[in-house]
C-alpha cells in the first residue's frame, strides 16, 4: 500500500520515525545555538555572536522544513520540548560562555545530525523518497563545509 505521494506506507512511517528523532536533535542544536549566542563572551564576542546567529536562523529553517517534510509523508511531527529531550541524541548545552567550548559543541551536534541525515539519506533512496532524499543531500554538503569552517576556527 501507498501513501498520497506514492511512497510504500511501512517506508513513510520508517522516514516519518527518523525525521522525527532529527527534528528533536535539530529543536536542541538550535535552542543550544541560541544560549550560545546570548552567552558568548570574551575578545570574539563580536564575531562568534553573530555566527551563532546565522546558525541558529539557519537551524530554525531545517526544523520547519523537516517538519513539514513529517507532515508530507503523512506523519504527525514532535513538537513538544519533552519529545525533543527525551529523543534527541544532541544533549542541552547550558550557560557556556568560552569560545572553544562553545564551537566544540556545534561540532559534536553537527557530527550527529550529519550522521542522522546520512541514515535518512539511505532510507529514502531505498523508498525512491526524493523530497527528503534531496533534502538530506543539500543538509548534509551544507552543514560539511560548516564542519570544515569550525574545526579551522579551533586551530587558530
Keep these: 500500500m501507498k501513501n498520497a505521494i ?3 506506507t511501512h517506508q ?3 522516514l516519518v520515525e527518523k525525521l522525527n528523532d532529527l527534528l528533536a536533535n535539530y529543536m536542541v542544536f538550535y535552542q543550544n545555538t541560541r544560549g550560545l549566542h546570548w552567552n ?4 570574539k564576542f563580536f564575531e562568534l555572536h553573530v ?3 546565522e546558525l541558529y536562523n539557519n537551524l530554525l529553517v531545517k526544523v520547519d522544513e523537516v517538519a513539514e517534510r513529517v507532515l508530507t509523508l ?3 511531527p514532535l513538537h513538544t520540548f519533552g519529545d525533543y529531550s ?6 542541552s548545552v547550558k550557560n557556556v560562555s568560552v569560545a572553544g567550548e562553545a564551537v566544540k559543541s556545534l561540532l559534536d551536534a553537527f ?3 550529519i550522521l542522522k541525515q546520512r541514515e535518512l539519506l539511505d532510507l529514502s533512496s531505498e523508498a525512491n523518497d526524493e523530497g527528503t532524499n534531496a533534502l538530506m543531500s543539500d543538509y548534509i ?3 560539511e563545509k560548516l564542519v570544515w569552517m569550525y574545526s579551522a576556527y579551533l586551530k587558530t
Design 111 to 113: 557530527q550527529i545530525v
Design 141 to 143: 554538503r551544507e552543514q
Design 40 to 43: 558568548i563572551k570574551g575578545e
Design 6 to 8: 506514492g511512497i510504500e
Design 86 to 91: 527525551q529523543c534527541s541524541s544532541i544533549q
Design 51 to 53: 555566527k551563532f546567529e
Design 12 to 14: 513513510a512511517d520508517l
Design 74 to 76: 503523512g506523519g504527525v
